[in-house]
């Protein structure tokens, strides 16, 4: 059972291909590159990689304009570089997923053409189509500020088509059989290649009614339940990662109320509210999502992550908290981006401050569910403002400091490499600090490493420790017999801090400390008094040692009722 559910321990780390190494020379990363660093990667401690898109495109929206869904980009290779690199993955223990953008096409698709040049074509009813166009328009963007309309009119068509997205990524019309059926042939397609499965872009847009007549968007969430049914039919342990950026009531509905829809989903919920907890110290909402996202069924897992290849979207806070989040992180306007989130990355967001870097990764590492990496924060890599919206957190990987940080030999690398400030590639890159035993890369392998010896995490049940100051977070976790417990002070200065670990008898009378020797024993009270750096951050095993010893085989009550949280 725990081999088939291997997401609920793993270290997700996402990269794209055309930014990590270019082995061809002609400043776009390849599958070639990329194998070549597979050893970086699992020294890291990786254990699974998620693929942004590969397959053909005009690349208008950094992949996510599909052209072909059954092939490779030529410039990032071919499908047999691409089986290559799955096998070098096996080889290490190293699962892949990838990409699977559904929820629309790019409009150079050989299904667009076909739709758009007659009414009676095969692949019409494939796309959203009105004759006139309709009254909400102008509703609805996914990129509000650049994109000025939902519907756009294709002269070819004589109609107006919908996009969600920009005008160049035409809707599939989900609702339609057909539509389905080939969602599922090009999830079977990449199974047989090797994936280990797919993080499924936009959901909500991909299982929502589509048309000029839709009010309202009605969700089908049948449509899920096909998805994985298909998906186990052909691997049983393959997984789908979904990109739902939804309200806590709605969770359930996506990973199904008996666990039969998507296997994971990324936690937006707590990802907004971590943020704001990092910019006002202050745990108290951060300790509410978590609380609002705790019901789930066993088999489902949260992502957690900090930053993406994404704006950091604020729209699930508060105003005040969503003004505090941008005065600390992205005060000012070329900062920020669709009049809702922060274009940055992360270490640029804390200032580089390497003690906040750490507090911020730990507390990622820590909560509950499966940690999600973006390539390059491992070694605190940079943004570029001067590149166009999301585009200035998708540079290069910086790997050493030869000409264009070692990504490539061409000239004119796919977007310009970081090359002056404090996070240019003279100062921030892999080879530098992979000998550096105090740098940011070694620090986050020792950090990966511990986190998989933690599986309490991944499996357990967590309960919150209430402490009066809103800057210190406790949260400890219970499966099979042991326990973990977790502190963080979000505060710059010193904070003390006594609480009780909260299981029966003497269970919580000793906490080891799992990064360093600073262990803890309780008074006569039972309680524990720590004194917290600024930014500081504690990773302690209940009891001592030996818990491998006193692991139970099947899931046992300790100092709480018995059943999961949902």
């Given at each position: ?62 992949g ?28 290490r223990g ?12 790019s ?39 650049v994109?000025?309309?939902?519907w ?25 059989p ?23 872009d936009?959901?909500?847009f ?11 968007p ?10 994985r ?29 008996d ?27 951060l ?8 019901p ?33 992180f ?9 009049d809702?989130?922060i ?35 491992e ?7 001067g590149?166009?919206e ?10 050493s ?11 004119k ?23 550096d035993?105090?740098?940011m890369?070694?620090?986050?392998e ?5 986190r ?6 991944g499996?357990?049940?967590?309960t919150?420790i ?10 400890r ?9 977790f ?58 040692l ?21």
């Amino acid at each position: 059972m725990i081999d088939d559910l291997w997401y609920k321990n793993s270290i997700i780390y996402c990269l794209s291909v055309g930014t990590y190494m270019d082995a061809n020379g002609d400043g776009i990363g390849d599958f070639k590159g990329l194998l070549r660093r597979l050893d970086y990667l699992d020294g890291l401690g990786i254990t699974t990689i998620w693929l942004m898109p590969f397959q053909p495109s005009p690349g208008r929206d950094d992949g996510y304009d599909i052209s072909d869904y059954y092939g490779v980009d030529p410039r990032y290779g071919t499908l047999g570089d691409f089986v290559e690199f799955t096998h070098g993955c096996k080889q290490r223990g190293i699962r892949v997923i990838i990409d699977l953008v559904v929820n629309h096409t790019s409009n150079e698709h050989a299904w667009f053409k076909s739709a758009r040049s007659a009414k009676d074509s095969a692949y019409r009813d494939w796309y959203v189509w009105a004759d006139k166009k309709p009254a909400n328009a102008d509703q609805g963007m996914v990129f509000p500020g650049v994109q000025k309309s939902t519907w756009t009119h294709d002269k070819e068509a004589g109609a107006w088509y919908f996009h969600r997205f920009y005008d160049f990524q035409p809707d599939l019309n989900t609702s339609n059989p057909m539509v389905q059926a080939e969602i599922l042939k090009i999830m079977g397609f990449w199974i047989q290649l090797g994936v280990s499965g797919f993080r499924m872009d936009a959901v909500p847009f991909v299982i929502a009614a589509k048309g000029a007549k839709v009010k309202k968007p009605v969700e089908q969430y049948d449509m899920l339940r096909a998805l994985r049914e298909f998906l186990q039919w052909r691997k049983g342990d393959a997984i789908i990662l979904a990109e739902a950026n939804v309200l806590p009531n709605t969770d359930i509905e996506y990973f199904g109320r008996d666990g039969d829809r998507m296997h994971m989903m990324f936690n937006f919920q707590v990802n907004q509210h971590l943020f704001y907890a990092l910019a006002a110290a202050d745990v108290r909402p951060l300790a509410k999502a978590l609380k609002a996202t705790r019901p789930r069924p066993s088999a489902a897992q949260w992502g957690l992550f900090l930053r993406n290849h994404d704006e950091l979207d604020l729209g699930r806070l508060t105003k005040p908290q969503r003004k505090a989040v941008f005065d600390a992180f992205g005060p000012d306007k070329n900062m920020q981006l669709y009049d809702r989130g922060i274009r940055r990355r992360l270490a640029p967001m804390l200032g580089g401050d390497r003690r906040r870097l750490e507090l911020a990764y730990s507390l990622m590492f820590t909560l509950p569910g499966t940690p999600v990496i973006r390539y390059g924060d491992e070694i605190a890599m940079g943004d570029d403002l001067g590149l166009p919206e999301r585009n200035c957190a998708r540079t290069p990987m910086q790997w050493s400091t030869e000409p264009h940080g070692g990504f490539t030999k061409s000239e004119k690398p796919c977007l310009p490499v970081i090359e002056k400030g404090p996070y240019g590639f003279g100062h921030v890159n892999a080879a530098e600090q992979r000998r550096d035993p105090n740098s940011m890369l070694n620090w986050t392998e020792r950090i990966i490493r511990m986190r998989k010896e933690v599986p309490e995490i991944g499996w357990g049940d967590f309960t919150t420790i209430s402490v009066r100051d809103p800057a210190i977070l406790i949260i400890r976790y219970d499966w099979r017999n042991n326990s973990v417990m977790f502190v963080h002070n979000l505060k710059q200065r010193p904070r003390e801090v006594a609480f009780r670990v909260g299981l029966p008898g003497d269970a919580g009378k000793l906490l080891v400390n799992l990064l360093s020797d600073d262990h803890s024993r309780s008074d006569g009270r039972g309680r524990h008094r720590l004194v917290m750096e600024g930014y500081g951050y504690r990773w302690y095993r209940v009891g001592g040692l030996d818990y491998l010893l006193n692991r139970s085989d099947i899931e046992a009550t300790l100092g709480r009722k018995s059943g999961h949280p949902a």
